[in-house]
């Protein structure tokens, strides 16, 4: 299904409103692109359904069931909350700048997500899927690369568009940290153990100097042809391996972060220690791995317990 054009009367508005996200507000090109998609939508349905022809008339009513209807049609509830919250963003803006007197998102309540329990890997899991990736880590420079990438998202749980980004000077093995640039462009500290140490240095050793051509500049994993790998290609690789591991889920990167969230959880890790790892702005968005605990809890118990 194609995305609604913003009547016309609203495209100055909406090129001023993502030029503001992206140079006042640093969004990224990701999230610049989705509220100018969603805002664009929401202008073209009151304009066809409200015969609003400009901001000033768009009410809470006209905003409310336009939300309506895209949940009578089944659009899933974080789309709706997305949506909502790239409405009233841009809603707020217009009514800072004078666009609108009164801002009639104001009161725009979002549907409540449904929070699902992510698939991850147990703790057994998780170390056969890193011995796989070890034993896979012959003389090719590229299966040290893959070990070296798996080996470090496990260990630290950062996203997979993190991951790639990193360049070598982002590595600090003397402290066993690696400095990450999440999202909002915020900056973290991560650290690591032994294992993706050991995996790390054999791989800016022995792989990554085989690969490197004269503009690979510092990324820290590169491809087969001297490039900066790209998320695609680790997706590749945590599923082709996982492949290997009896009875695991097919996951990819994200399910490795959900893992590692969840172990150090299991481990005894402090909730906002875990937040402050992952890089999550709010601890509600940690706060699911607990109930993944908790449920594998639940889990055990039933079938351990004789009178559960």
């Not at 749980?157 to 590595?171: F, N, Q, S």
């Not at 991560?190 to 993706?196: I, T």
């Not at 690789?237 to 009896?246: E, F, K």
């Not at 118990?301 to 009178?307: C, E, G, K, N």
């Amino acid at each position: 299904m194609s995305t609604p054009t913003a009547p016309a009367w609203a495209q100055r508005h909406l090129d001023d409103f993502v030029g503001h996200l992206a140079a006042e507000r640093d969004r990224s090109e990701h999230t610049v692109r989705a509220y100018r998609g969603d805002v664009g939508a929401c202008l073209a349905w009151c304009a066809e359904h409200g015969g609003t022809g400009s901001l000033r008339e768009i009410t809470l009513a006209d905003l409310r069931s336009w939300l309506g209807e895209m949940s009578q049609q089944g659009v899933a509830r974080s789309t709706l909350a997305r949506r909502a919250a790239a409405v009233r963003t841009f809603f707020g803006w217009a009514r800072r700048t004078g666009l609108v007197e009164t801002d009639p998102a104001l009161r725009l309540a979002s549907p409540r997500r449904e929070r699902t329990l992510p698939d991850l890997l147990t703790a057994t899991s998780a170390g056969e899927l890193l011995d796989v990736a070890e034993v896979a880590a012959d003389d090719d420079p590229v299966h040290r690369r893959n070990r070296a990438v798996l080996e470090l998202l496990y260990a630290t749980g950062i996203r997979v568009g993190e991951l790639v980004g990193l360049d070598v000077d982002d590595l600090d093995a003397d402290r066993q940290v690696v400095r990450v640039l999440g999202k909002g462009r915020k900056e973290r500290v991560v650290p690591y153990g032994a294992p993706a140490a050991r995996a790390l240095e054999e791989w800016l050793r022995d792989g990554r100097p085989r690969l490197a051509v004269p503009t690979s500049g510092p990324a820290l994993f590169l491809g087969r042809r001297g490039r900066r790998v790209d998320p695609r290609q680790v997706r590749t690789v945590v599923h082709d391996l996982l492949r290997h591991v009896p009875d695991a889920p097919d996951l990819g990167p994200h399910g490795l972060r959900h893992s590692a969230a969840t172990h150090l959880l299991d481990g005894g890790a402090d909730l906002r220690m875990v937040q402050e790892l992952l890089g999550h702005a709010s601890l509600a968005t940690t706060q699911i791995y607990t109930h993944v605990s908790a449920e594998r809890l639940r889990r055990s118990y039933d079938q351990a317990h004789p009178r559960a």
